[in-house]
């Protein structure tokens, strides 16, 4: 049912195996960077995934969502400097982090693909980049990692909230966050480190619950 070759999407490497199996889709996991991905082949394309996103994304009156964020970005304004400028990279169909993170007193602005396409961040350069629940989704995710790695500045950071996949088989056969089909990959602590290092980054660093952050040299 595989694709003759399900490269991975991270490491690039070609010599996969079959993981598991959905009705409507495939997994895939790497030997050598332990990330479970979605054949390429097998992706539904953009205009379905708006379509989804349209459908389920969280919004401001969402009291649920509002308190979601506001956790996340607890976690992160302690290890921030005053003045430092930020990204929300795939920011989904509001601002809202943004906005907690300017009633801190630090300027962060909003990307998302569908949602706020604002062209203008890729001539910028940020002391963070936040990506929740973003790095799950990215197509093509060591191109689009690498990209984001070239907007930060001396020693920035770029944090990352997703939720690893164990590496028990049984488990992710019943994991609720694989069965989002806009969810395309998942990452273990291993695919982090994989990352950071292609990314000349430090870690992955755990701060909270399922948000981890990757640290740039300071040259
Ligand atoms: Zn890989």
């Not at 409507?24 to 991905?37: A, G, H, N, V, Y």
């Not at 990204?87 to 906005?99: I, K, Q």
């Given at each position: 049912m595989n694709s003759p070759v399900d490269e991975c999407p991270l490491c690039l490497n070609k010599n996969t195996q079959?993981?598991?199996?959905?009705?409507?889709?495939?997994?895939?996991?790497?030997?050598?960077?332990?990330?479970?991905?979605?054949?390429?082949?097998?992706?539904?394309s953009s205009s379905d995934e708006k379509k989804r996103y349209d459908f389920h994304q969280n919004d401001e009156s969402?009291?649920?969502?509002?308190?979601?964020?506001?956790?996340?970005?607890?976690?992160?304004?302690?290890?921030?400097?005053?003045?430092?400028?930020?990204?929300?990279?795939?920011?989904?169909?509001?601002?809202?982090?943004?906005?907690?993170?300017?009633?801190?007193?630090?300027?962060?602005?909003?990307?998302?693909?569908?949602?706020?396409?604002?062209?203008?961040?890729?001539?910028?350069?940020?002391?963070?980049?936040?990506?929740?629940?973003?790095?799950?989704?990215?197509?093509y995710p060591m191109e689009e990692m690498k990209k984001l790695r070239d907007l930060l500045l001396p020693e920035g950071k770029i944090f990352i909230k997703t939720k690893l996949h164990p590496g028990d088989k049984s488990f992710f056969d019943n994991w609720f966050y694989k069965r989002d089909i806009t969810h395309v990959q998942f990452f273990s602590e291993d695919s982090l480190r994989y990352l950071a290092k292609e990314l000349s980054m430090s870690g992955p660093k755990i701060l909270s619950e399922d948000l981890f952050v990757l640290t740039a040299a300071s040259i």
């Open positions: 079959d993981y598991a199996r959905d009705p409507s889709r495939d997994f895939s996991l790497c030997s050598i960077c332990s990330l479970i991905f979605v054949p390429r082949s097998q992706l539904i969402d009291e649920f969502y509002r308190k979601y964020l506001n956790l996340i970005a607890e976690s992160i304004l302690p290890t921030l400097s005053e003045g430092e400028v930020g990204l929300d990279f795939g920011c989904g169909r509001t601002t809202l982090m943004s906005d907690l993170f300017k009633k801190k007193n630090f300027a962060v602005d909003s990307y998302d693909l569908y949602y706020f396409p604002d062209l203008t961040i890729w001539s910028k350069k940020f002391n963070f980049i936040i990506l929740s629940e973003v790095i799950e989704h990215l197509r």
